[in-house]
């Protein structure tokens, strides 16, 4: 039902649909219903400030995607037709992983473009580094000046001192291939404080390190994360739990804690931390025991020959000997087992073990952070949680859990710079030659070693002062001239490493810069467009915008633009051999822009969609500009049990273990994983694939080509104990902690604030503002504490001071506290919000925080200021917590054996204390328990080439040269 008034518009008047009436938007959509794609060029809304009066207000609706976490969902941006700004953020219906959905954290990205208290120019130290003096200067005077000594430090061949530490990379790996074209291996990331625990359990099973599980199609979901409040690829995994649970699958949580997650299961367990992979292997030994798994697949697609032939070459290689050697292997897993080490009922345990039984191939299970980025040996938990999916064969089938690089698509870039011809010591130091990834919480203790230094160390998107372990001692290196010489944060907004650079660069928010990315959110392949809205308003009505900065807020530039323009002056004639990675194809002598970056990708390399966007008249550009997003593939299915392509199969060998080489090359366009030939064969062939009753298959990543029960790496390396999946008792095992001790878990956070990037959003900090210590009810009452009273947390190198949240929500004798809160400023300047002043006491090793005042109202351009009724923000627990490096993956373990006491005369609440003397003693004592490469190395290399590592270096770089002992070691 519509009509036109006299002006020709569509007057707003009720409708009936399904005999209800509803008002439906002067749009004429249902309110309920995402705007149509094919009207986004002029919506239509009423102003709800105006209200009583029917304003109407017109929109151009344009994509982007969301930055405020890994997920990267959809959002699309309301901009105003007569202002020409964004008036809101919602959902993008066009994405096929977030389908419209977000978390609160993305329409707030709304507060974070409009913070009053953003950085909005190139800023410079003026006096003393960390003293707080900054005095404005422009983009050229700071390129200029960073490009010459990054230029310097290539000339004189000291590429190891340039550094660039990515907290969030949220793009398709441009940075990595600018620094490829440096020839600098000099990528530091965050991965070993969020993730590395999980990935390694992974890896080794499928050489691919995250799942991408199909949960919506799942019988039996099993979680060993928060997916319904955080997780990795939070909302669109969240939604689609929920749809398996409306479609009848039941969720298992095992969760210490009571998590939003743990809320929506039909089981929720809270073990000891640190137990859950004895629960997980008394559930597989209960499949074991019961012939429950499904023994075919196991049969075809596990390594168990490798495992037979090398560990038990006595046994005739037969699948029922083996069968025989996994019964006797895995029958000390007993319920009861599990039950003493996790405190969860036997019974409970079986009956779980019972459901997973019944769902065959659809068991969907996912293990990310949570307990396997808090214990040593964290990385055995998510290995023994894959090793119930390895054992359903619920690999790659509907319901079940894919490798994660096949649910993703990483399109070829206009440039491929060759691997650096280095190896950086101070990133991957050869104590953890099997870590996931780079030692970047290290590096403050590896700088103190004498191992190397930084003339130039850029942080994106980080804050390793607030986010990483032992803060302090990033303090001590940042402020240590003759460590770094010259610090520069690409940093949207303040951030407490910031106060220590020497140039802070004001980088866009999810609005206001390119990145494309694709993740594994479910069965399928994506691509998603981040792009500066107003830059695509703007060319959609004709004008020319060549630069973020030319509408951006003040002058608001983008990293991959910054990025283009330094690498051009780091080697303005091009005799470095540099500057041809960012050279423009079609107008050769200039430097290549962003347009014709994403042009050349998405005119090249994503299959379908050129075709897709003719059909609408548009350029591939123009459609990803238009709708943020293009779904390439739908049910990519099981690649491993594709056959080998007769074209790849030429002059082949195989060999004991079915291991197939051919002499064919690569395909040459082919997203498929391809297996990683750590020796190929003597005579020049690649690993192509397994042969699996006498077909050539894809198989897996993994250096057998199967899914790897038996790791020869581990075993190869030093770590023959782990070969197998099995259960390591942490550090924080009732075993290791004194009677007065207890475990504080630290690695969860709340839904609506993510590490230091939401400070800014003032609907978030509304909600969540501060990070009480969660204690169970009987516990308080033994110290006779209330909510809200202060306590007094100890670590082993020094303490803070929280208030008490009492609960039932935890296991009686644990602690938790939300690690998301507690930032701080040193001075007025900064983000005013959720920040804390504090003032930094420093007495030798001895160094404190202490709160002057926490957050209050304040006059701004944005009048929600005045309106602040929070002042508590939290502590900032991180500074207190030394490196706990787990010896092979290399993760930051987070859980601390703590001292929890009430507070004693002169504690405030906010206070953090610590000896950095002490943080080098804990360092010292946990790089003891690695085993070096230098020492264990099977083959003379660093580390085994078949491993992910970001930015490889060239081959021969793998190479052990002769290194001089470290006197710690
Ligand atoms: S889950 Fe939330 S924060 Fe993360 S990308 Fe999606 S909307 Fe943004």
Known sequence: MSHKDLNGRFEPILAESGGETFYPGPSRSHLAAYPPKERWDNWTELDSQAWPRRKERHYSLVPTTCFNCESACGLLAYIDKVTGEVQKFEGNPEHPGSRGRNCAKGPATLNQIHDPDRILYPLKRAGERGKGKWEQTTWN??????????????????????????????EDGFTERILAAWGVDGHNSHTNICSSGSREGYQLWMGLDRPSPDHANAKVILLISAHLESGHYFNPHAQRVIDGKANGAKLIVFDTRLSHTATHADYWVAP????????????????????????????RWWNWEEYLAIEGPEIKTTFENFERVLQATYEEFTFEFAAQESGVDARVIEEIAKLVATAGTRFSSHNWRSVSSGVSGGWSVARALFMLNALLGAVATEGGVFPNAWNKFVPKPI??????????????????????NEMSFLL??????????????????????????????WIEMLTDPKLVGCYVALTPTWNETAYFADYILPMGHGSERHDIHSYETHDAQWLGFRQPVKKADRQRSGEEINDTREVNPGEVWEENEFWLELTWRIDPDGSLGIRQYVESKKKPGTRLGVDEYYEWIFDNSVPGLPEKAAAEDLTPLEFMRRYGAFEIKQ?????????????????????????????????????????????????????????????IKRGFPTPSGKLEFYSRTLADWGWHEYSIPGYIKSHVHPDNLEDDQTILISTFRLPVQIHTRS???????????????WIHTSHAAKLEVRTGDLLRVETEIGHYVVRAWVTEGILPGIVACSHHMGRWKLSEQGQRQLMATVKLEHE??????????????????DPDTLRIWWSDVGVHQNMTFPVHPDPISGMHCWHQAVRVTRARPGDTVGDV????????????????????????????TRRPYWMLRPLKPAREFYSLPELPELEHV
Do not use: C
């Open 635 to 695: 049910k990519v299915g099981a690649i491993y049990e594709e056959r080998v392509r007769s074209e790849e199969l030429e002059d082949v060998r195989e060999d004991r273990f079915g291991r197939v080489f051919t002499r064919a090359a690569k395909p040459a366009s082919s997203n498929i994983v391809p297996i990683p030939s750590p020796d190929g064969d003597d005579d020049g062939r690649r690993l192509v694939g397994v042969n699996i009753d006498g077909d």
């Open 844 to 861: 030798g090793t001895e160094w404190g925080l202490k709160r002057d005042k926490g957050a209050e109202p304040y006059e701004s351009s």
């Open 272 to 299: 000891y931390p640190g137990s859950e992979a004895a629960m997980l292997l008394a559930i597989a030994n209960y499949l074991i025991q019961n012939n429950l798994y499904n023994r075919d697949f196991v049969r």
């Open 759 to 773: 400070a800014n959003a003032k609907w978030l900090d509304e909600i969540a503002h501060t990070n009480p210590l």
């Open 415 to 436: 440039y491929t710079p060759p691997h650096p011809k280095m190896w950086n010591e101070t990133t991957w130091p050869r104590e953890y030659p099997l870590s996931m």
């Open 141 to 170: 005077a700071a390129l200029d000046d960073i490009a010459s000594r990054i230029r310097k430090a290539i000339v004189e061949d000291r590429r190891n001192e340039i550094m660039y530490h990515v907290g969030r990379p949220g």
């Open 444 to 473: 403050p203790h590896l700088l103190k070693d004498g191992r190397g230094k930084l003339d130039v160390y850029f942080t994106r998107v980080y804050n390793p002062v607030w986010t990483n372990p032992d803060g302090f001692s």
């Open 913 to 940: 204390f610590v000896n950095t003397q002490k943080s080098r003693e804990v360092y010292r004592k946990w790089l003891a328990l690695t085993r070096p490469a230098d020492k264990h190395s099977p083959d003379g």
